[in-house]
């Protein structure tokens, strides 16, 4: 035993106390740890903060501190003396709020924009809450019954015929149309020794498609005929199509619950045509060019969006096809439109394509603003979701192949939800960029928000130095709320499909 005493190893005093841990929560330690922790970050922090102050204290000086709330025309927006200083002018606002939401639209037609308005949103809300059941049936709701609804809600008009009658009397045309094409080929087979005898065959496989369509159209055409003879078509039309769709869903075998389902889908049909009154004329018709402000924004943004993502798909699957034909026609329209700025396709939708078409024939000048959106736009989408479909293992694919599954279902229901899972952030960007894009048709003479802000800038009465600002920042703020509100939803779409990556 060691004979060491054991106050050599007993300490005598006390072990100073050491300093507090630096604090790493809350505010202070948000400043701390992600503000002032290297020199580089507080030179940055003081750079962003001086930034800051120029920017935002002249703003909010201006639009809330120095601004004018009430007034009846110009005189409450000008300085009473020359040391005044005067801000927004928000009673301009207030005078062309209306003009801003519905442009030139009658005033006494008005309460049909609100309810096209109401009933997107009661719509588009329970897609956009994923705990609220009910997703297929309201989606097909939102993408196939609003517009035709919305349609002759905004623009107005009635029902000419309706289901049958319009379906006979199209393929009708079209059988004739194949008929005659196939006898003028028949005919100039003669024309020459190569080509001649080609043009015969062809000829003659078109009139004999043509017989074989009259003979599935004999049914169509003595319905048509029985149909005319009622004093409402528009109902007989609706009956008669009811009966015949109910009558195919029996055929193929789809049960009492498909039948009642296209039962009531007809009877939902029936009952929109009369509160409508789209058998008696509908509501007054209000052209196209009357519409304008937030309401061709909303318009030309929602048909663009959701008219682009089939267009992007259908070409994003055409350039990975394995039919060179497809792929070329894929790769052809992609570059095309691609290369080609916007103003330009909407140049050409409105003021050349007109040239193009049958005599008679027109398209109104919004659709063809909307088409030549949705075409540019596809492009743009089919490219951001055919990254997508890259960044899907190609075992993916080979797994269902493996299980039996058809190319259709696989791409369905295996790799197109993931490739669009990983394009989220690339699709909703388009998207933003397209909602502000909807003010180049207003070089088209299709008044939009800014359109409409400009026209509102013509009014003498409200001419002042302040006017113009307070415009921009109205507008400003109102597709700020728009793309600030799908970045963020994307964000929550993302992060929800993406639950399973977090650690």
Known sequence: MSDTPS????????????????????????????????????????????LLWFILVPAIKFTLIDAVWTGKDRTACLPKSPNEVVGACWPFIQAKFSQFVYGFYPEAERWRVN??????????????????????PNAILFFLAFPVVAFFLLHGGGLG????????????????????????????????AVIGPLLWLVGQLLVLVS????????????????????????WADLAATAVIVSGLMLWLGGGLR????????????GVVIAIMGLDRGGFPVVGTRLWGGLLVTLVVAVTGIVASMPVGIALALGRQSTIPLIRIFSIAFIEFWRGVPLITVLFFATYMLPLFVPTGFTIDGLVRALIGIALFT????????????????????????ALGLSWGKTTALIVMPQALRHVIPSLVNSFIGLFKDTSLVSIVALFDLLGQLR??????????????????????LIYFAFCFGMSRYSLFVENRLNAHRRN
Do not use: H, M
């Not at 309810?115 to 297929?136: D, E, Q, S």
């Open 378 to 401: 596809g492009a743009y989408q089919a490219e951001n979701i055919r990254g997508g479909l890259q960044a899907i293992p190609r075992g993916q694919g080979e797994a269902a192949s």
């Open 258 to 269: 498909s039948l009642a389902t296209t039962l009531g889908v007809f009877v939902a049909i």
């Open 455 to 476: 026209a509102a800038f013509a009014d003498p009465n409200w001419s002042t130095p302040s006017t113009l600002f307070t415009g921009f920042a109205f507008t400003g």
């Open 115 to 136: 309810l096209t308005f109401l009933l997107a949103a009661i719509l588009l809300l329970p897609l956009l809450i994923p705990r609220l059941p009910g997703k297929a």
């Open 7 to 50: 106050s050599i190893f007993v300490r005598q005093e006390l072990v100073p106390e050491r300093s507090a841990p630096v604090k790493t929560t809350g505010f202070i330690g948000f400043l701390r740890t992600r503000l002032f922790n290297s020199p580089t970050n507080i030179l940055i922090t003081i750079v962003c903060a001086l």
């Open 211 to 234: 017989t074989l369509v009259g003979w599935v159209l004999l049914p169509l055409t003595w319905l048509r005929e029985q149909i005319q003879a009622f004093d409402r078509p528009v």
């Open 161 to 192: 015929g309706f289901g049958v009658s319009w379906t006979a009397a199209l393929l009708s045309g079209f059988n004739d149309s194949i008929a005659d094409g196939g006898r003028k080929l028949g005919a100039a087979g003669g024309t020459t």
